[in-house]
Nanobody, 120 residues
Framework: QVQLVESGGGLVQAGGSLILSCAAS????????MGWHRQAPGKERELVAT???????TYTDSVKGRFTISRDNAKMTVYLQMNSLKPEDTAVYYC??????????????WGQGTQVTVSS
């Protein structure tokens, strides 16, 4: 079985910083793109940032210049450094990863989510 476990969420004041972590575990042969998504109350889930196995990154416009995605391939972990947080960043943050188990095709896995609340 493959698991993604997120950590690092919490309550922070506007302008503050948080770092989220998401560690993959299980019988993993390879990991391609990893990403962070978020879902605010009453809104659809949106893609926040992605990072490929070679380190190429993408960001949604609203977080560019404030958030940084990174990964440690040896630890099978993806991070999201969030700076200059705004109340509109409040959401449940989910990580995802395209993972291949031996003898299997790549498929997308999701973490359970971690709450980030930014107070004004």
């Amino acid at each position: 079985q493959v698991q993604l476990v997120e950590s690092g969420g919490g309550l922070v004041q506007a302008g503050g910083s948080l770092i989220l972590s998401c560690a993959a575990s299980g019988s993993i042969f390879s990991i391609n793109t990893m990403g962070w998504h978020r879902q605010a109350p009453g809104k659809e889930r949106e893609l926040v940032a992605t990072i490929t196995s070679s380190g190429s990154t993408t960001y949604t416009d609203s977080v560019k210049g404030r958030f940084t995605i990174s990964r440690d391939n040896a630890k099978m972990t993806v991070y999201l450094q969030m700076n200059s947080l705004k109340p509109e960043d409040t959401a449940v943050y989910y990580c995802s990863a395209d993972i291949k188990q031996i003898f299997e095709r790549f498929r997308e896995y999701w973490g359970q989510g971690t709450q980030v609340t930014v107070s004004s």
